[in-house]
Nanobody
């Protein structure tokens, strides 16, 4: 069982930066692939980024490539999402996810989900 708690969301102006954190409980955190998704009202949750358990591989949605960076610290049971050059279209609730395989994350599903943190980018 893995519990995920996101933090770091907030209000930022266009072009600004935010760093989201996701703290995970459970001794098996280091074995899970971790990811970030986002959702806006009326739309399906969309994949944003994922990182493998050993940090060797990262994947990004085309819409955030070059602006967002996913990282993890297995010693702290934490995964991060550094978001730079934010745009109004990045406004969403951001969810942390943990999955046994990174493929599941890339396909839009996960074993565990956090409760989400709101990000608002003002124009």
């Amino acid at each position: 069982q893995v519990q995920l708690v996101e933090s770091g969301g907030g209000l930022v102006q266009t072009g600004g930066s935010l760093r989201l954190s996701c703290a995970a409980s459970g001794r098996t955190f280091s074995t899970y692939a971790m990811g970030w998704f986002r959702q806006t009202p009326g739309k399906e949750r969309e994949f944003v980024a994922a990182i493998n358990w050993d940090v060797r591989n990262t994947y990004y949605a085309d819409s955030v490539k070059g602006r967002f960076t996913i990282s993890r610290d297995n010693a702290k049971n934490t995964v991060y999402l550094q978001m730079n050059s934010l745009k109004p279209e990045d406004t969403a609730v951001y969810y942390c996810a943990a999955s046994a395989t990174i493929t599941r994350l890339q396909r839009g599903s996960s074993d565990y989900w956090g409760q989400g943190t709101q990000v608002i980018v003002s124009s």
